[in-house]
């Protein structure tokens, strides 16, 4: 055989086994920032869309009750709709938010509020870090106004809060923030410790409610499908009480359209060693709870909801702080 032949008919035998090798690795992880941090696709690895449109909001949360891992949480603002922005003709979800709603409106909640478990209860108080990505597309008649909240991660207990200015030890969240004019941060209810307050990417929390970090580096736009991934790795040694220092190596990340947007490693997710990153909190809605945060009206729309999971808290360096629950 001449080298060439010899390299086609190597090449001929090895390309199978080759491509067999990335489906097994696809199969594994699909997604870029879950590959690169080992991640494991959850036991429900996307959350399925109906085959038929759900017009009916009791009939879609139905639907999310027989599918999506559902822990707890209601909304009457919701159904599955022909995705409005491609041609594909799939379903999507479609979270409304009629004029004059916020939290706590007299108009109304609008949007959902859940807690979802896709990750099993094989890995029930193990996850130590988690990836949830979702493609997210805005009415072209949404109006930003003064802000509201996307879906993102819960740690701990669900019911113990860690929303709505109500902060302890037994969870914490990490969710989305919109604020004027699209203008994005990661909103989180997580301890601050003695110099937190001050570092770039953070704003202070205020009135007792979350710390803004990196307000501003992305934006949400509307009338078009954007991919969001947040992903966070819990800090390492946890003290198991506030009063004793915990190690503040604990990781956020944002990915808008696979793209990286920021990282940090300065953060304690929790000083309570036994929580982990429970579930989703999909949680969206205008408010701020005041007028002026009100709806002028709109939908989000959802598909591509994947969730990834790993073990390992964080092994980033970090200094030993004394956590502080605001
Ligand atoms: C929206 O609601 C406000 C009250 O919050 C009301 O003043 C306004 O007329 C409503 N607009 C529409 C278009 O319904
Ligand atoms: C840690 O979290 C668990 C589960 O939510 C809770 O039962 C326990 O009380 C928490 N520990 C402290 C010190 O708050």
Known sequence: MTPLLLTLALAAHIAPVFTSQLEERRAVADDPVAI????TPASIASLPLPTTTITAASAAQTFIQNNWGHVTGKSEYISFVKD????????????SYPNG???????GDGGMGMY???FGTAVDGKVKRALFTYE???SKDFDFVQGGKFPGLFGGRVGEHCSGGLYN?????????WRKAGV??????IPGYSGFDTKTHIQPNTNGYGYSINRGSWKFETGKWQKLSILAIMNSAPSGSPSKPTKA??????YLDDRHVFTHTYFVLSTNATLDISSIFFSTFFGGSTEPYASKGGYAYFREMKSYYGLEASNAAGSLVTAVYP
């Not at 916020?102 to 108009?107: E, F, G, I, L, Q």
């Not at 030890?169 to 923030?177: E, H, N």
């Not at 994005?184 to 209810?189: L, N, P």
């Not at 190596?249 to 944002?254: A, L, T």
């Open 36 to 39: 690169s941090y080992g991640l």
């Open 84 to 95: 409005p922005f491609a041609s594909s003709g799939s379903n999507v979800l479609r979270v």
């Open 101 to 107: 709603t916020y939290a706590n409106s007299p108009y």
């Open 116 to 118: 979802l478990d896709p």
């Open 136 to 138: 997210i597309a805005l």
């Open 169 to 177: 030890d037994k969870c914490f969240s990490l969710r989305v923030v």
């Open 184 to 189: 994005a941060e990661v909103y989180a209810y």
């Open 249 to 254: 190596n604990g990781q956020i990340s944002i």
